[in-house]
């Protein structure tokens, strides 16, 4: 499985992830993307690290790739309109800076 050890909760939040109580069993367990009916793989899962739901407690959510690709596209166009400083440069801010990373490892 693929890991995102740092990803900040901001970033987390803006990719949004569906409400645990609504995911399916194969979606809370990790084996389905969370996003699309794409099976899941140690080789193909990417890990979105820690999430906590008031519902589930701590869980860990999973997608693939190209799913993780265009959330954090939309989310980096939605983020960047509202930070000064990614206005600037993203590399300034760790939320947008977080969202590019993932936009060049998975967007296809």
């Known amino acids: ?12 939040d803006l990719l949004a992830l569906p409400d645990f109580g609504g995911l399916d069993a194969d979606r ?3 084996a ?7 099976r899941l ?3 193909t899962a990417v890990g979105l690290g ?6 589930a407690g701590r869980w860990w959510p999973r997608a693939c790739g190209p799913c993780v690709g265009r ?6 166009y939605t983020h960047v309109t509202l930070c000064e400083p990614c206005v600037d ?3 300034q801010c760790e939320t947008g ?4 990373r993932l936009v060049r490892r998975y967007r296809r």
């Open 89 to 91: 440069d993203v590399g």
């Open 32 to 38: 389905v993307c969370l996003w699309c009916p794409e």
């Open 97 to 100: 800076l977080t969202l590019t």
């Open 71 to 76: 959330r954090a596209h939309g989310a980096l």
């Open 50 to 55: 820690e999430y906590t739901d008031p519902e």
């Open 41 to 43: 793989t140690a080789e």
């Open 1 to 12: 499985m693929i890991r995102l050890h740092e990803i900040p909760p901001q970033a987390l």
């Open 28 to 30: 809370a367990r990790g």
